[in-house]
């Protein structure tokens, strides 16, 4: 029978954890996080310690200070992070809340220090019930920032105060951060994120195939969960998973036929014998296609016509390539994650309502991975 932990379904060892109801997002970070494939993050027993990290959250109890999420990139730190700041806004709608990143952190600590203005940013971080900070990392090479950190986690502990951090790996082993922030995270709670295992596959896949509209059999979950196209000792991560359903719903739309297993078969043995369309293919592709160069496209430029293209740009790297979103926003112009997702999840709406753009990602899709 499923069971509900603190708002945590759980299935067979299988749980899911509901990221947000809200039909509009608390603030403009997360608006950005709206662009997630999923409203769910969805685990089994290689992430069960999820489980005990967002009941810490949720039950208002602040157990832990920090909560420090960690892991891969795909492994769904940033997902997780923001959506629980969703949840707990639902659960607490007055109080005062903060969700940023590491580079805006650090480039709000620094327009403070330069306008002397650095009491009020103090006043406006230091009294906050919720803190969450995603990209621990972008504080490297930054020790203002990060001693200014260690003293906002020290009074917001003193609060009993809520605070989430995500970073690429366990911050006990980040040399790049000071010895004082090393040791303050590591009062807190560290929860690796790991790819998901068989179980947790197979419910994902299911997930995306109803985000994306795509109809797969049975049989076909069963092989796609079997990890069967990962090479060497890669792990299958949700981009992948994503990538995969993508690719067979363009398979049936373009040659209008149901998915089999046949179909799948043929999909596993074209990843096993080709390489993925590029980044570089993907630009010259979409250049082409809307007759703009590639420095617009990877630019700041905000006409309408460039920043379609890059959304179409975007949504086929994300896709089509099995890279991350940080990866994907590092190669158009440096842009963060969550404004990839931003932009992906636009693209994937205008999808959904203009012809023009349907159209070209269909026909972008077939030219970079064949028919």
Same mark, same amino acid.
């Given at each position: ?55 810490? /959250? ?30 707990? *806004? ?61 003293? =906002?986690? +020290?009074?917001?502990? +003193?609060?009993?105060?809520?605070? /989430?951090? =995500? ?144 959304? /179409? ?20 112009? *440096?842009?963060?994650?969550? =404004? ?32």
């Amino acid at each position: 029978m499923p069971v509900f932990l603190d708002g945590v379904l759980v299935v067979n060892g299988i749980f899911s954890i509901p990221l947000s109801t809200l039909e509009s997002p608390v603030n403009e970070t997360l608006e950005r996080s709206s662009a997630l494939p999923l409203r769910e993050y969805i685990g089994s027993d290689e992430n069960r310690l999820v489980k005990t990290a967002v009941e810490s /959250v949720l039950d208002g109890q602040s157990r832990y200070c920090p909560l420090v999420l960690h892991g891969p990139t795909g492994t769904g730190k940033t997902m997780l992070a923001l959506g629980l700041a969703e949840r707990w *806004k639902e659960k607490h709608p007055t109080n005062p809340a903060i969700v940023t990143c590491g580079a805006d952190f650090a480039r709000s600590y620094a327009i403070a220090v330069d306008t002397d203005d650095i009491s009020e940013l103090r006043k406006r971080y230091r009294k906050i019930a919720l803190f969450v900070l995603d990209d621990l990392h972008e504080l490297h090479r930054k020790p203002a920032a990060q001693d200014e950190l260690l003293h =906002t986690l +020290d009074a917001l502990r +003193d609060r009993r105060a809520t605070v /989430v951090l =995500t970073h690429r790996h366990s911050p006990d082993f980040d040399e790049k951060l000071s010895a004082g922030l090393r040791s303050r995270l590591a009062a807190g709670l560290s929860v690796p994120l790991l790819v998901p295992g068989g179980p947790a596959r197979r419910l994902l896949l299911e997930r995306l195939a109803e985000l994306h509209s795509v109809v797969l059999p049975d049989s076909a979950l069963d092989l796609l969960a079997s990890n069967p196209f990962v090479r060497s000792n890669d792990q299958l991560t949700v981009p992948q998973l994503n990538s995969a359903v993508v690719q067979l719903g363009h398979v049936a739309r373009t040659k209008e036929q149901a998915i089999t297993l046949d179909v799948v078969k043929s999909l596993l043995s074209a990843e096993a014998s080709t390489r993925r369309p590029t980044l570089r293919a993907i630009t010259e592709k979409v250049c082409k296609h809307f007759s703009i160069s590639a420095p617009e496209l990877r630019g700041p430029s905000r006409r309408r016509n460039v920043v379609r293209a890059r959304g /179409v740009a975007m949504y086929l790297a994300w896709n089509l390539t099995g890279k991350s979103l940080g990866q994907v926003g590092t190669y158009y112009g *440096k842009r963060d994650h969550t =404004t990839v997702l931003h932009a992906c999840r636009k693209t994937e709406s205008l999808q959904q309502s203009d012809s023009a753009i349907a159209q070209a990602i269909d026909h972008l899709s077939q030219q970079l991975h064949g028919p």
